[in-house]
């Protein structure tokens, strides 16, 4: 008789199992693997589908950007500020009639000429700049983006806001407008333009990072803060908002940061050049109320019942704040429309307005809150 086979040990059984599990592991990965290489390759098509899709939209994007350019950088200009020597002036004469340094490279001992730039503002040549750039020279050369150079003449300018009015005689000009500096917003998108380092026809893009700015650089009003890459010879030039309208003027780097830039509002740029060549005069608005800023202590002690705001300590007879009611012993707590937190902030808001503009002042009297008009007048004294 043939025997029969032996059943299998238990070692072997346990063996047969184990082989058994490897299998179906190794049939699992490989189906996983291959499920999730096809659904990679169609995500990834899906996703160069929807890339292709937002294309025409960053493509519009990208036009809108350049012809914003385009238009605005005709209207900026690049200014060289310089303090002539009269005695250079006449070596280099005599070098001229010798044969001598025609090639029209400055002697050794002339100043080195203050960069800057400027936005063209009106058809009839008006150019806005900081007063900085231009403060020392007593020659001052404009260089128009289509390659022209001419003198430009000094009109005026506001030294407590740094900002001047230039002159040129030029045909063809397309001049800025200015935007309501109001109404900037933190976040809004804006581009520099200027000739920074001397390198002409510079655009940076960057956001409003920030109002309210104060102590930049000694001016009587506050700034904006931004982004957008500033650096030297920057100075004066605009900065525009997506309509290409001037938001500020370009005007300050903090030494030893990156990325925090500043810039004069346009509506303190408009009103110097407003005052310059409509008026003919600087005139500063006037308030006639003397302040003190508030503090938990004088309001306690004073019995006030607010310590937000400032004191009025005095009023001028026959001022605009003494016709419209205000007295010594208001405390102001918004004007026009911005909180009032000490006396900076009035000269500030003053800043940025004009003779005969009419502001809402809001403050407290008496444990009442009372509101009352003001049109603000220019300084009586020069």
Do not use: C
Not at 163 to 174: Q, R, T
Not at 207 to 220: E, L
Request: aromatic share 4%.
């Amino acid at each position: 008789m043939t025997p029969e086979p032996s059943a299998p040990s238990a070692g072997m059984r346990s063996l047969l199992r184990f082989l058994g599990f490897v299998g179906l592991a190794v049939l699992a990965v490989g189906i996983f693997y291959f499920a999730r290489r096809d659904g990679a390759r169609d995500a990834i098509k899906q996703g160069g589908a929807a890339v292709a899709g937002r294309l025409p939209g960053l493509a519009a994007l990208d036009a809108e950007v350049t012809a914003l350019v385009d238009q605005v950088v005709p209207s900026v200009v690049s200014i060289s500020a310089r303090m002539d020597n009269p005695a250079m002036e006449r070596m280099r004469q005599i070098r001229r009639l010798l044969g001598l340094g025609e090639n029209g490279e400055p002697d050794a001992g002339d100043e080195k000429p203050e960069l800057g730039s400027g936005a063209i503002v009106s058809a009839e040549g008006h150019i806005l700049t900081n007063f900085h750039v231009i403060a020392r020279a007593n020659r001052v050369d404009v260089r128009m983006s289509d390659g022209r150079v001419m003198p430009a003449r000094f009109l005026g300018a506001d030294q407590q806001a740094d900002i001047a009015v230039l002159k040129i005689e030029a045909a063809g000009l397309k001049p800025l407008t200015f935007a309501d500096s109001n109404a900037v917003r933190v976040g809004q998108v804006v581009f520099a333009v200027g000739n920074p380092l001397g390198l002409e026809e510079t655009v940076t893009q960057g956001i409003i990072s920030g109002k309210g700015r104060r102590a930049v650089s000694g001016q009587a009003t506050e700034f904006f803060q931004t982004d957008a890459a500033i650096n030297p010879g920057n100075s004066g030039g605009p900065l525009i908002n997506v309509r290409g309208q001037i938001v500020g003027i370009n005007n300050a780097v903090l030494l030893g940061s990156s990325g925090i830039s500043f810039a004069i509002p346009a509506n303190v740029a408009q009103r110097v050049y407003d005052d310059v060549v409509k008026r003919g005069r600087i005139s500063r608005p006037w308030f006639g109320a003397n302040t003190w800023p508030l503090n938990a202590q004088i309001a306690a002690e004073l019995n006030l019942g607010t310590d937000t705001g400032n004191l009025v300590v005095s009023v001028v007879p026959n001022s605009p704040a003494a016709r419209a009611g205000i007295l010594a012993g208001d405390v102001l707590q918004e004007f026009d429309g911005r909180p009032v937190r000490d006396s900076v902030d009035i000269i500030n808001r003053l800043s940025e307005l004009k003779e005969g503009d009419r502001v809402a002042v809001t403050l407290w009297r008496a444990g009442a809150v009372r509101r009352v008009n003001v049109t603000v007048e220019g300084q009586p004294w020069r």
